[in-house]
């Protein structure tokens, strides 16, 4: 079965390369979304600097980055009308607030006065000074005018290099979810697509558990309990047996398959189809950490799963147990000759992949939102990274779900990000066609 | 809904288009994981190449046939594209490359940019009426039938009429094909890749002839979907679909002639039975859930044949201990 290799310098420095190298690359995109530099204006904001609930009206304000800072023209005057007649009008104030009473709901034309726009304030776009079809529908609605110069296309430093981090926090989080996929392969040969299901369970037991009050870091931590004695279950009561059977491994991929279909409409019975968001991921704002721009939660989430990979690092190589797992998943009738216990060293694999795909779970959840099939649209990603890195090689996992992760976010900065996931599954592809056995992979996986 | 009713609507899909689509698709499948023992997890993207080159065509205002060289053409290149580098390697590989491409293929398609080729996430309507699939439909207007349940409209039993046709012809070449020296060296493969080399063979061009066979075969089964529907959108072509082309195939028996046939009439019934039996029951749930009921007890139901019957409906035993499943 896998051979874990020492780790090779040089292939370290090779990933490394390329991971520099996709920065000047992404440095020459020309298209992407909007960076408002702290132009946002909420609906809180608007009724705090209103004063008091809004009612009835259109709302927004006018900010322009100037030398970096938002700053706010004074005076503007704003007038909605609906067809030839006016509604109403205001003038904003010295925060670029404006709030204008309508009778309500109903289609309106908000304009601009450009002649009171203060020196040194203009349009982006000189014929943008009438918004022609605001709609309201819930009473109230915001009214947005874009102001100075175009700045969509024009990303600094800093966008780079927080979407870099933003990558990298998906890759340690697929890492997580992936290394016990990687190392169940590596003892049984067992590709588990119900690894996605795992995955999925445990962001779902920290969710209810969080639901009903339990704190979160007191649900996280039994979510991950949970989620490896569900490892532990479905090796005693479904592998176990079918590996007694000597049941061959194309069938037991079916078998895993059809656990997958199965847990997965359990769980959208169970918790319905929506996604729902943590209550510990709500209200997350970001600041900035030398060129990256990231929440407590970015630094929370990379920091458990640096720990957690360290920690695993450490169990495979300095303990006996790590001794074992290895050995098992060299050879396991040699392990079993030199007295290891292969069953139970499978079912410890099977416990430690049962919890880290949980916290895996938990934090993608933490990261997006928690949803019934949120770990099978992660399954892709996962396959990716553990074919990448070399399959059963738990280490290859690890590196191939940060280059999977970095070349994801990165690529969404200079294509459209509806290919976002085309571009991870094309350099799976890719690496299988240059070098098969993966990045850290043995060469006897080949052919 | 009597139980009278239930039975007699889940008998229709089974033996209606329904049915002969998965059948012909799954036969496809068949070929290449039930003769040469191919984890193809991608068979969607093949039928989604039918269907799509159907649309394509119908968009651009050329025929229906130019569609179907069109669609099926373009399953020969991605099996091509697909087995040539993987092939060589484990199955492993396969099954994770098939699976990746398949859903690469349907981003792409769903993709905002793709929308003046594909039509993007809305998809390509209008097909039946501007390929003239049912122009030379023989069937008068009316209902043909038994009883008040067991219905189908012209247009049904034309769609029908065609696919069990092409289940039909195509079944009878697979089995010629599976019946001549080529089709016992695809079996060797299933059951001893080594020892199929070791006698000379070259086994990465039979995997690859039987790759490319079933995926185009798969694309025909994808090309009457889009005309029976009328229209394609990216949504259809997702993974659960190869997963119950997987259940038909194991249900009818992997490696037998057939099979397919067998196992797409019975899982059509028994899906179908399921959700009247469920809707008769429990009427107060949503739709999404009774879905959802209805795909777990399909996984449920995958699991167990594979554990307690592999061999399936038609197939032996003995062959399935010979082949090491």
Redesign the interface.
Known sequence: MSHHRPLRPWRFALVLLVLVALWPAAARAQEGDDADAGCAFTKREAIEANGGPLGSAIWGRLCQVREGKPSYPEGVEITVSQGEEEVGSATTGADGVFVIEIPGNGTYEVSLDVETLPKGFSLTDADRSTLGNVRVNLGDQQAAFRLGEDTRGQRDFSDYATTFAKGLRLGLIIAVAAVGLSLVYGVTGL?NFAHAELVTFGAIVAFALSDAGVPFWLAVALAVVAGGALGLANDRLLWRP?RRRN?????Q???S??????????F??VFG?NSRRYVAAAGQRESAYGPFRLTTNDLLIMGISVAVLVALTVLLRRTRLGTAIRATADNQDLAASSGIAVDRIISIVWIICGALAALGGILYGLSVTVKYDMGFILL?SL??AV?LGG?GNAYGAVLGAIVIGVVQEMSGLFI?T??K??VA??V??LV??IR?QGILGSRE??? | MSWISVFALALQTAVGFQGASYALAATGLNLQFGYT?L?NFGHVGFLMMGAYGMAIASDRGWSIWVGLALGIGAAVLLGLALGI??L??????L???T???A??LR??A????SAPVTGASRGIGGLSESLGFFRPNFFPEGKYGIGNSFLFSSRQLWSMVVAWSCVLVVTLLVRAWVRSPWGRVLRAIREDEDAARALGKNVVVFKLQSFVIGGSIGALAGALIALDAGSVNPGRWIA?LT?AL??VV?LGGAGTVWGPVVGAVTYWFLLDFVDGALNNLWFDVSD??AG??R?????????????YR?QGILGSKEEMLAS??
């Open positions: 590709i079918l049941m061959a491994l194309i069938s991929m079916v078998v398959i059809g656990l997958s279909i199965a847990a997965r409409n359990i959208q019975i189809p892709l396959f990716a074919v399959l459209d509806a290919y996931f085309v599954l094309l799976l592809i299988l066609l098969p996986r080949f052919g | 023992g984890s580098p993987t060589r390697l484990r199955a492993d590989y099954s994770v490359v699976i990746a491409t859903e690469i981003l792409v769903n993709a905002r940019p659960p997963f997987y259940t194991i999404t859930t959802a009921v795909l777990a007890l399909m996984g449920v139901g995958l699991m167990l044949l594979m554990i592999p090491g499943r």
